[in-house]
C-alpha cells in the first residue's frame, strides 16, 4: 500500500509546468506496472532446468526461457508486477520472492 | 436592439445557453427538462447553434461526456431533473473535483418514489454536499440571467467549479413568461469566450486527469475546492454588480424584501418566494409588520448576509420544498439557524416543509405560515408541515385477501 502510496505522489510532484487545481498528471510513469512491485522473483539459476513451466504460467507474460545463456529467466522488469504464480509453479523450487527493497 | 420574448423557463434556459455559445451537448431527456434537451437539438440540426449533439444512453453518460467535451477547452452543455440528477451523482462529483466549470440548468422536480413528475427540491438537496454551486430561480427571468451569469462565475480562475441553475419544475420550466433577452453581441462582451484555465486534454501535450490520489494530497484537493467556494462568495457579488450595471437587473445572493421594521420574516427559495413577497404586500397593507428574505445562491451559502439582514428579527419562518427527512430540520433551515448570532436567544426559528411533489404553495399557505410564526408559544421546534392533509396516515385503503 505504502508503495502504491509513494508512486502516485512521485509523479504529481515532478510536474513543473502548470499551476493545476484539482488531480491530474503529466508524467505516466504508473503505466509501467512493474512499478506497483513489492516483491521479486529471484531464480537460483544453478538450480534451472529450463522446462518454461513459468514463462507459461506467468499472467503478464513477462518472462523468456534462454536455453544457451547462464541467466536463463529473462523477467521484464516494468511489467512485472511481482505475483508470485512463478515461484509457486515452479517444479524445481529454484524461484523465491525477495523484498523489493530488500536487495541491492 | 434587446428585446422581450414570451419564453418558459426551460426556452430561457437554452436561449442562454445559445448565446454563450456551447459547442457540445450532451443531454439525457427528462420530465420537466425534456424541452432543453429537445430545443438545443433543434437548435443544432437548424444550424442555428454550431454545435455537436451527443446522443447519450443515461444522464451519468450525459455529465461524464459534458466533462470529457468541456476538458478539450469548449463549453460543453447539459440539463437535468430529479432521478436523473440523482443517476449523475458520481459523475457530479467528478466535474467538481476536476474543477471543471461546467453550468447545468436543473429543473427541480421530486424524488421517486411515489413517482412524481412535479416539483419539489429534494433532487437539488440531495446533491448540496457535492462540491457543485447552486442558485435557485424565482421566475423565467432569472432563469436566463444566472445561467448567462453562471458562466462568469464558474468560469472564473479563483473558483472553477460547475453550477447548477435550479429552476422551479413546471412552475417555471413550462410557465410562459416575458423575458427580456439582450442582443448576442452584448452577451458575448459579457462572457466572452471560454478559456481554459486549468486541466485540458490535449493530444500533443498529454496529461491524465482524475488519476488516483493518495491520502498525502486529497485532504489539499479538497481544500482548494473550499477555497473555490469562498472566491465564489466574492466573485459572484462582483459579477451580480457587473451585470446590473451591464443590463441593468440588480441581483444579490441573498435578497431582502420590506425587512426594515419586520417582526416576522419568512426565508425561502426558488418560485415560492414571489408568492412570499405578494403575501408580504397584503400583510403589510394591513398593517402587519412582516418581511421576505430570498435565498438566491444556496451554495456557497451566504451566513455573513443572511445574519447581517436577519439582525433584530425576532421571528424567522423557513420554507423548505424538501422534507429533511430524519433531521432536526430541513436543510435551508439548518443554515438558517447557523447564521444567526447565537447570543440572540430570544429569536424563534421555525421551520416549515411544504410544496412537496408539485404540491402549489399558494397564498393560503404562506399566509398560515405568517400566522403560525406570528402566534407562536409553543417550545416545539420541530418542523411544522404546513399544508399536510389531516388523513395523512390512511388516504389509501385497499381490500386484502384474509
Known amino acids: 500500500m505504502l508503495r502504491m502510496q509513494m508512486q502516485q505522489e512521485k509523479h504529481m510532484k515532478k510536474q513543473k509546468k502548470y499551476r493545476v487545481l484539482g488531480p491530474m498528471a503529466s508524467v505516466f510513469e504508473s503505466m509501467k506496472t512493474g512499478s506497483w512491485r513489492l516483491e521479486r522473483p529471484k531464480v537460483e539459476f544453478s538450480q534451472c532446468s529450463k522446462c518454461g513451466t513459468c514463462e507459461r504460467y506467468c499472467p503478464a507474460n513477462v518472462i523468456t526461457i534462454h536455453k544457451e545463456k547462464e541467466e536463463c529467466v529473462q523477467f521484464i522488469w516494468d511489467y512485472c508486477k511481482g505475483c508470485g504464480i512463478c515461484a509457486n509453479v515452479c517444479p524445481k523450487d529454484c524461484i523465491s520472492m525477495v523484498d523489493e527493497r530488500g536487495e541491492e | ?402
Open chain 2, 1 to 402: 436592439m434587446a428585446g422581450y420574448m414570451m419564453l418558459d423557463g426551460n426556452e430561457a434556459a437554452v436561449q442562454a445557453m445559445k448565446m454563450a455559445k456551447v459547442k457540445v451537448i450532451s443531454a439525457y431527456p427528462i420530465t420537466p427538462q425534456s424541452s432543453i434537451a429537445e430545443k438545443l437539438s433543434d437548435l443544432v440540426s437548424d444550424g442555428i447553434l454550431k454545435a455537436k449533439y451527443l446522443r447519450v444512453e443515461s444522464e451519468h453518460s450525459a455529465m461524464s461526456a459534458a466533462i470529457g467535451a468541456q476538458l478539450t477547452g469548449v463549453r460543453a452543455a447539459t440539463a437535468t431533473s430529479s432521478v436523473g440528477l440523482a443517476l449523475m451523482h458520481e459523475v457530479l462529483n467528478v466535474a467538481s473535483g476536476c474543477r471543471v466549470p461546467i453550468v447545468m440548468p436543473v429543473v427541480n422536480r421530486a424524488l421517486v418514489s411515489p413517482w412524481s413528475l412535479w416539483c419539489d427540491h429534494q433532487d437539488s438537496m440531495a446533491e448540496r454536499d457535492s462540491g457543485w454551486l447552486q442558485l435557485y430561480c424565482e421566475n423565467v427571468q432569472e432563469v436566463f440571467d444566472f445561467v448567462t451569469m453562471g458562466y462568469r462565475i464558474a468560469e472564473h480562475e479563483d473558483v472553477l467549479t460547475p453550477i447548477m441553475v435550479c429552476l422551479d419544475g413546471f412552475f417555471l420550466s413550462h410557465s410562459m413568461q416575458k423575458v427580456l433577452i439582450p442582443e448576442q453581441s452584448e452577451v458575448d462582451e459579457f462572457i466572452g469566450d471560454y478559456i481554459i484555465k486549468n486541466t485540458y486534454l490535449d493530444p500533443t501535450d498529454p496529461m491524465i486527469i482524475n488519476n488516483l490520489t493518495s491520502p498525502d494530497e486529497f485532504t489539499e484537493m479538497r481544500y482548494q475546492q473550499k477555497v473555490g467556494f469562498e472566491n465564489a462568495a466574492k466573485v459572484m457579488d462582483e459579477v451580480f454588480l457587473e451585470f446590473e450595471e451591464k443590463f441593468g437587473r440588480a441581483y444579490r445572493a441573498v435578497e431582502g424584501y420590506r425587512l426594515g421594521d419586520a417582526e416576522a420574516v419568512i426565508v425561502s427559495m426558488g418560485s415560492m418566494s414571489g408568492t412570499v413577497k405578494h403575501v408580504v404586500n397584503m400583510l403589510r397593507s394591513e398593517g402587519k409588520k412582516v418581511g421576505a428574505l430570498k435565498i438566491v445562491s444556496f451554495r456557497p451559502f451566504r451566513n455573513d448576509l443572511v445574519n447581517e439582514m436577519l439582525k433584530g428579527i425576532k421571528r424567522i419562518a423557513v420554507i423548505d420544498r424538501t422534507a429533511g427527512l430524519g433531521s432536526q430540520g430541513t436543510p435551508l433551515w439548518h443554515e438558517v439557524c447557523n447564521s444567526i448570532d447565537k447570543a440572540s436567544s430570544d429569536v424563534i426559528v421555525k421551520n416549515y416543509v411544504g410544496g412537496l411533489g408539485g404540491r402549489d404553495i399558494s397564498i393560503e399557505t404562506i399566509k398560515k405560515v405568517f400566522a403560525d410564526i406570528m402566534d407562536d408559544h409553543s417550545q416545539n421546534r420541530s418542523p411544522v408541515w404546513i399544508d399536510v392533509k389531516e388523513n395523512a396516515m390512511d388516504i389509501r385503503q385497499v381490500y386484502i385477501n384474509v
